[in-house]
């Protein structure tokens, strides 16, 4: 560094009278909080917080708590962008406030409310912590869990999502190859199988159906996580009337033929779903018709009544040419 940069640095650092805390400690005596789960620290924030505390020092204390079985070793409460910018910046000392080691339920409890405003939390870290409170806890009810660890009820719900998936597919998270919005998708998608078609869920394994959709969205043959819910309602769609054998062919297209889309798919179970629809409606109309009688009815609705009959009877006579179920099979 050249005189003129030393003379600069000199100049930009301010003099602020230090902030009461209960000691200064070597950042070297301070050890990362295994239990927090925040793992993202973005760079130019923390850029920024090691020019600030460079120039103005640091001016809110960390908060610790001192090992127990190690006298002068403390574990971070809150304050880790700090301690990792101090580190950084190879001071000598900083200001901490030191609590009582916590019970594990305690430290944990902590780490959920300090940081529970943060927003740069992944949410399978946050899970991961999670459900190891419920361990050492006991607690699994969704509302508790919300109370005690400052979590909205809908961050909880999510978070014991994805604790539902086998580990090869949370650490597939936790190593950044897949995001947890996909697992969250897939979630929904698996409890539309069981609900509807457990037998396919029962003859191919909950694992391997993950496998196959995380599969395809890893090829790029699944654009959006979105599209996901649209596979969803192909699986409702046995609910609304769709040929249950029909869908069942679809999803398994979908799990098994990488180009074949899930956009392919919800267009044909919507086809099949239409057809379902209109063949119910058709069977009221008739039946309702074959009850009418034009007795004692207005000569002008009669009138209306026959037009809307041809119109029907067109409709019916354009359909019966262009369209049977064996060819709708052929295409599925």
């Known amino acids: 560094m050249n005189t003129n940069r030393k003379k600069d640095d000199a100049e930009k650092r301010v003099e602020l009278a230090p902030p009461s805390a209960d000691a200064w400690v070597s950042p070297d005596s301070i050890e990362r909080n295994p239990a927090n789960p925040r793992l993202i620290f973005h760079q130019k924030q923390l850029d920024d917080l090691k020019k600030s505390i460079f120039e103005v020092g640091i001016l809110q204390p960390l908060?610790?708590?001192?090992?127990?079985?190690?006298?002068g070793r403390y574990v971070l409460i809150d304050g880790e962008r700090r301690w990792r910018s101090a580190r950084e910046l190879n001071l000598q000392t900083?200001?901490?406030h030191i609590l009582k080691e916590p019970t594990p339920v305690q430290n944990l409890t902590m780490m959920f409310n300090i940081h529970k405003l943060r927003v740069d939390w992944e949410l399978m870290p946050t899970a991961i912590s999670l459900k190891a409170l419920m361990e050492l806890s006991g607690e699994t009810r969704q509302k508790e869990l919300s109370k005690i660890t400052g979590m909205s009820p809908s961050m909880v719900r999510k978070a014991l999502s994805l604790l539902s998936f086998p580990e090869k597919h949370r650490k597939l998270v936790?190593?950044?190859?897949?995001?947890?919005?996909?697992?969250l998708e897939i979630y929904d998608v698996l409890r539309a199988l069981d609900?509807?078609?457990?037998?396919?869920?029962?003859?191919?394994g909950k694992e391997k159906l993950i496998d196959a959709i995380v599969a395809k969205e890893k090829a790029g043959h699944i654009k959006t996580v979105t599209e996901l819910r649209d596979l969803r309602k192909v699986v409702d769609s046995i609910s609304r009337g769709a040929p249950k054998d029909d869908v069942v062919r679809v999803v398994n297209r979908v799990l098994d033929e990488s180009a074949f889309t899930i956009d392919r798919a919800y267009s044909k179970v919507r086809s099949l779903y239409d057809i379902a629809h209109l063949t119910?409606?058709?069977r009221r109309l008739a039946d309702e018709l074959n009850g009418f009688s034009p007795d004692g009815v207005d000569d002008e609705l009669l009138r209306d009544f026959a037009k809307a009959t041809r119109d029907l009877a067109t409709a019916i006579d354009r359909i019966e040419k262009s369209l049977d179920s064996s060819s709708l099979r052929s295409k599925i």
Not at 63 to 71: G, L
Not at 174 to 183: A, G, P
Not at 198 to 204: A, S
């Open 94 to 96: 900083l200001p901490v």
């Open 63 to 71: 908060t610790v708590y001192e090992r127990n079985d190690a006298k």
């Open 195 to 204: 609900k509807h078609l457990p037998e396919l869920v029962g003859k191919r």
């Open 280 to 282: 119910n409606q058709f």
């Open 174 to 183: 936790l190593e950044h190859k897949i995001k947890d919005n996909l697992l």
